[in-house]
T-cell receptor, first 112, second 117 residues
């Protein structure tokens, strides 16, 4: 089992819709969870992070964490064509911020 | 605030040649990471430094890859000799030292795209 799994996509949604991106992780002791966005040919940039179970909202983005199910998701409301990118889920596997693993990423395409 | 700097941005070499990449992290960031990102995949951690000490190099192919971080600031990553499968983007990232139990945000440089022919 891979440590961090994501659907590779592409996930296609129409403009204005909600895009839902999912990530599962294998290490139950993981503490910190990050979503990065990566445009083609560019380096990853942080969208948001979440540490506690539940939802965390930041503008059009909502991260959801369920540690019991080892599942973290990212919702993008009112999707825009500019949201078209690869979304990387990253997990800190230990308690010291020193064991970082990225998933393979999900490619999102928002259609005008 | 200046971001993470990397050079060169692009490099083309032939297999069995050597190559070196340079990274200058954000000022004050104690933690520095080198990642390898193969096309279509997520970044894979090669080595992590905290100040000038190595925290994790478990995925660094030590027979051909080496890295150092002198004086806890700049870092270089070297490949010698290069193989075809080393073709990838090499990303450097830096972060503050996180609180216990919390990783801190990583800020990425623009990357170096390496092509091995």
């Amino acid at each position: 089992q891979k440590e961090v799994e994501q659907n590779s996509g592409p996930l296609s949604v129409p403009e204005g819709a909600i895009a839902s991106l999912n990530c599962t992780y294998s290490d139950r002791g993981s503490q910190s969870f990050f979503w990065y966005r990566q445009y083609s040919g560019k380096s990853p940039e942080l969208i948001m992070f979440i540490y506690s179970n539940g939802d965390k909202e930041d503008g059009r983005f909502t991260a959801q964490l369920n540690k019991a199910s080892q599942y973290v998701s990212l919702l993008i409301r009112d999707s825009q064509p500019s949201d078209s990118a690869t979304y990387l889920c990253a997990v800190d596997r230990d308690n010291y911020g020193q064991n970082f693993v990225f998933g393979p990423g999900t490619r999102l395409s928002v259609l005008p | 605030e200046a971001g993470v700097a990397q050079s060169p941005r692009y490099k083309i070499i032939e297999k069995r040649q050597s190559v070196a990449f340079w990274c200058n992290p954000i000022s004050g960031h104690a933690t520095l990471y080198w990642y390898q990102q193969i096309l279509g995949q997520g970044p894979k951690l090669l080595i992590q430094f905290q100040n000038n000490g190595v925290v994790d190099d478990s995925q660094l192919p030590k027979d051909r890859f080496s890295a150092e971080r002198l004086k806890g600031v700049d870092s270089t990553l070297k490949i010698q000799p290069a193989k075809l499968e080393d073709s990838a983007v090499y990303l450097c990232a830096s972060s503050l030292v996180g609180l216990a139990g919390r990783a801190d945000t990583q800020y990425f440089g623009p990357g170096t795209r390496l092509t091995v022919l």
